[in-house]
């Protein structure tokens, strides 16, 4: 009802994050997911993306496939949700920048080309996590790079994770 009444007919939902007493896909019900389900749609509100926030290109194996596993339960909860898409994470937490998988639009055309599913594989552009404190002083810089990643992104946006953030010197 919150949303409806601030105007929203559309929704991220990251259900860990956003509903008490849901710590994690793995113990989660399906009379919840009911729950959940019927109060969105007794307001008319999609659930666009439903986010599990797993880093899916984690260096290390196990974190890795603990990722994987959690993406796949939450691909159950998606279909049971309504919810359009999933959105996972890529370089989410403490990487270097060699660790980073999708730092660059060059390198998030190889993995678009590589997964080569234009049906399936969407991305959620998440904006705020391209920029670095410097890079939000040149109002140029962020137009063009912007252009670049939906250039390279085109008819695969899935999403666009809009956020509010203060970039400042530090």
């Known amino acids: ?5 601030k105007g929203y007919n ?3 939902l990251a259900m860990p994050r956003a509903i008490a007493g849901i710590e994690d896909f793995s113990h989660i019900t399906d009379k919840q997911l009911a729950e959940i389900r019927t109060a969105f749609a007794a307001q008319d509100v999609e659930i666009s993306v439903l986010s599990c ?3 899916l290109s984690a260096p290390d194996a196990d974190t890795r496939r603990t ?18 898409m999933v959105g996972s994470e890529t370089a989410w937490g403490a990487c270097t920048d060699e660790e980073k998988a999708v730092c660059t639009p060059e390198l998030l ?7 080569a599913d234009t049906q399936h594989c969407k991305v959620v552009f998440d904006p705020v996590n391209l920029f670095c404190a410097k890079d939000g002083q040149d109002k140029a810089y962020q137009t063009a790079h912007w ?7 085109g008819s695969q946006l899935g999403a666009v994770h809009v956020k509010d953030c203060r970039i400042e010197a530090d």
């Open 67 to 84: 990722a994987v596993d959690t993406v796949k339960r939450t691909l159950g909860c998606a279909k049971l949700l309504g919810a359009k």
């Open 53 to 55: 926030y797993q880093d």
């Open 10 to 12: 559309a929704a991220q």
């Open 1 to 5: 009802a919150t949303l409806r009444a």
């Open 147 to 153: 252009s670049r990643w939906l250039e390279v992104i």
């Open 109 to 115: 055309r190889t993995v678009l080309d590589t997964a």
